[in-house]
Structure formats: C-alpha cells, structure tokens
C-alpha cells in the first residue's frame, strides 16, 4: 500500500481499496501490522484491484513491481548471500521463504541440471495474480545470483485448478 501511495497517491490507493469486496476493505482498512498474518484472499483481490486500476489489467507490471521489491529487500548482508549463492541455493531459498508467506501453501522445489520445477500446493484459483509476483521475484533473485538466461513459466498455472500449480525455471 505504501507502494501505490509513492507511485499513483493516496486518492488512488482509496479507490483501489473502496472498489473491495467488505471483508478485503475491512482487513486493508484496519491498521496493518508487520507482526500479523493477512488473508491471501484479501491481498489477492486488492492485488486484482490495484494491477486493474494503475496497469490497465497488465499483470507484468506486478512482476516488474515484485522485482523493485526484491532490490530493495536484498541490501547489506542478504545481497551477500544471493550473489554468493548458487541458482540452486536460490530457489530454495525462496521456496523456504513463500512457504512462510502465503500460510497454508505446501512449496516442494525439484531440480535436474539447471532447471527447477517448483510445485506450489494450496493455491487456489482466484490466488492465480501471485504468479507475476511470484516470477519477479525468482526472476531478479536469480539475476542478482549471477544466473544467466533465466526462463520463467507456470507449466501449471495456478487458475487451472490442479491439484499443484508448477513454476519451471530455467537457467544458464
């Protein structure tokens, strides 16, 4: 939310969290803590809102915005440990830490050479907007890495309603 305060203004973070179904306005509205736990639903729809109002529907844009995200949070001694660290250590870092993220979310990654296949169980259909996020942040992560021709997709997407959705990633 700060975020969309910085890039489009308070008037229109309202509007985005107007636009909410009542139990998602009522958890954004409340104070947020950093010590809490938040519905994936609600964060969804107001992800769904947000990429709706300020990208013209464009979901790239939530990647590219997941990307400045991991710039920011890799500073000091975590960027150390990403660029130090292989493709591998990466993603299983990340998976580690989505797994603590979105609660409730079992996240199982499997490698052979340089691709992973990165099973996400939990997930439901309309959770399917964290997929740009979740790609940007690999993606950048990776980068940072020093990875080299990194390829990101949803084999199985999360909107078609698995029993998994699968990320594949491939690098050089």
């Avoid at 990208?55 to 590219?64: H, K, P, S, T, V």
């Avoid at 993220?101 to 079992?106: A, H, L, S």
């Amino acid at each position: 939310m700060a975020a969309i305060k910085i890039r489009a203004g308070e008037q229109e973070l309202s509007k985005i969290i107007k636009g909410l179904s009542d139990s998602s306005r009522a958890v954004l509205e409340s104070p947020i803590l950093f010590s809490e736990w938040y519905p994936l639903d609600a964060y969804a729809e107001f992800l769904e809102a947000d990429v709706r109002e300020t990208a013209n529907g464009d979901r790239e844009a939530l990647a590219q915005r997941s990307e400045k995200v991991v710039e920011a949070h890799l500073r000091g001694v975590y960027r150390i440990f990403i660029k130090l660290g292989t493709p591998r250590f990466v993603i299983s870092r990340i998976s580690g830490v989505h797994e603590t993220y979105f609660r409730g979310v079992k996240i199982n990654p499997e490698f052979e050479g340089h691709t992973a296949r990165i099973k996400y169980f939990g997930f439901q259909t309309r959770h399917s907007i964290m997929e740009p996020i979740i790609m940007g942040f690999f993606r950048k992560a990776l980068t940072i890495s020093g990875a080299n021709q990194v390829d990101l997709q949803f084999t199985v997407p999360i909107a078609q309603a698995a029993s998994y959705s699968e990320l594949t990633v491939t690098w050089q």
